[in-house]
């Protein structure tokens, strides 16, 4: 079980986090972290995800020897939803979000502070007996890859679940062990996956870890990869490994205006959101800027922070340098200038009837879009921006969205 210490802090830490469409809220259950999304979609992770590998090759044993193997599935046509969802014998351990089930087989998906794979593995046992080599068992499996972290912590947790779902022979009296390990700006906190049998079907092994991370200085960033190390074993047959890792979470002390340490997924394009009742003149401007093909409103085609002083100034006055005087109105201009797909980044300015600019009205994904706004507006726009960035923890080259709300 998970330090309860870590529960506490991390509860202490989170209680000044709450706000608006914030991604993940943190509590304690049964003396450990828990994690729950409020709602938001999740997002595919990159590409260039940690490789799953398994060192035992499914070679076929020499004359008299047992040996055993893994492989990775990819979508077990035979899983049903139920097996993914069955309940978990571990009642310390944080239910796995249902958008993790429902992108099963498909990847690492994630929000701000959460990240989940589920993959296909199939253990199995060999003997050869006068030359001739024959499979003695096997046992088809679904494993739960999940982690979760907080903006206002300096930990985050790392659970993975194995269950088998079919399975017969000397594979099926076989077990189930493992410990965490991690590299980079991090320390391994707790790790517990005490070796438990395969058998019955339809439940659930549950291994739990927690991390801290090294970045805590002011101005430190790090990045952390952690890994689950599964050993598979039955009696009498040389055993078989696995290895989960995972390198979706990133700590900082790096975030302006916020003195506090926290974890993220860097890559989950988090959103910013724009209040039509409060800010119409805001948003309705964002909503034609994107229906014209300007990024921001997708997980496709997100923006991207700057942080530099020099590009936000040059995106502001090449997009409102000319802007016309009138009286309780002021600039915005879409892209935000915080961001690199302002105008430093090339194309052409564009705008829409009742903007008060004489440009064309124009579509396309680069350039930017102005328009003349109500100056409260634009006003309570950076004040948004500013909390947003804080809170989400949005350093230089993170993506994120914009979109707008009632």
Not at 25 to 41: E, P
Not at 212 to 238: E, K, M
Not at 239 to 261: K, L
């Amino acid at each position: 079980m998970l330090s309860v210490i870590a529960a506490t802090a991390l509860l202490a830490a989170g209680a000044g986090t709450a706000q608006a469409h914030q991604a993940v809220q943190v509590t304690s259950v049964g003396g450990r972290l828990q994690a729950r999304a409020d709602g938001d979609k999740p997002a595919p992770g990159p590409a260039a995800t940690p490789a799953l590998a398994a060192p035992s090759a499914c070679a076929a044993p020499g004359e008299g020897k047992k040996v055993s193997c893994l492989t990775v599935a990819g979508a077990h046509g035979q899983a049903p939803a139920a097996q993914l969802a069955a309940p978990r014998a571990a009642a310390s351990a944080a239910p796995i979000p249902s958008w993790c089930i429902d992108n099963a087989y498909k990847g690492v998906y994630g929000l701000r502070t959460e990240a989940c794979q589920v993959t296909g593995l199939t253990y199995t046992t060999y003997t050869t007996t006068n030359g001739v080599t024959s499979t003695t068992g096997q046992v088809s499996m679904n494993v739960i890859n999940y982690e979760y972290s907080d903006t206002g912590l300096i930990n985050w947790a790392h659970q993975i679940e194995v269950a088998g779902y079919s399975g017969w022979g000397d594979a099926l009296n076989g077990s189930v062990g493992g410990s965490a390990i991690s590299s980079g700006s991090c320390t391994t906190n707790n790790s517990s996956f005490p070796t438990q049998g395969l058998s019955p079907l339809q439940s659930w092994r549950i291994g739990e870890s927690l991390f801290d991370t090294t970045a805590t200085a002011p101005g430190a960033v790090g990045n952390c990869t952690t890994t689950w190390q599964l050993t598979f074993s039955t009696p009498g047959y040389t055993p078989g490994e696995m290895t989960y890792p995972t390198a979706n979470v990133r700590c900082d002390n790096a975030t302006a205006g916020n003195p506090n340490t926290g974890c993220v997924v860097p890559w989950y394009p988090a959103p910013a959101y724009y209040s039509q009742a409060a800010n119409p003149g805001l948003a309705n401007h964002v909503v034609q800027a994107q229906a014209s093909g300007l990024p921001g409103g997708t997980f496709a085609a997100p923006l991207t922070r700057t942080t530099s002083d020099a590009i936000t100034n040059s995106n502001r006055t090449q997009a409102c340098g000319d802007a016309p005087s009138i009286t309780g109105l002021s600039c915005d201009e879409y892209p935000l200038a915080s961001t690199y797909q302002g105008l430093s980044a090339g194309g052409t300015r564009r705008t829409f009837a009742g903007c008060n600019f004489n440009l064309p009205s124009q579509t396309g994904p680069t350039g930017v879009s102005v328009c003349m706004i109500a100056a409260g507006d634009n006003s309570s726009q950076g004040g948004i921006m500013s909390q947003f960035y804080r809170a989400q923890r949005v350093l230089d080259g993170d993506p994120f969205r914009v979109l707008v709300v009632a």
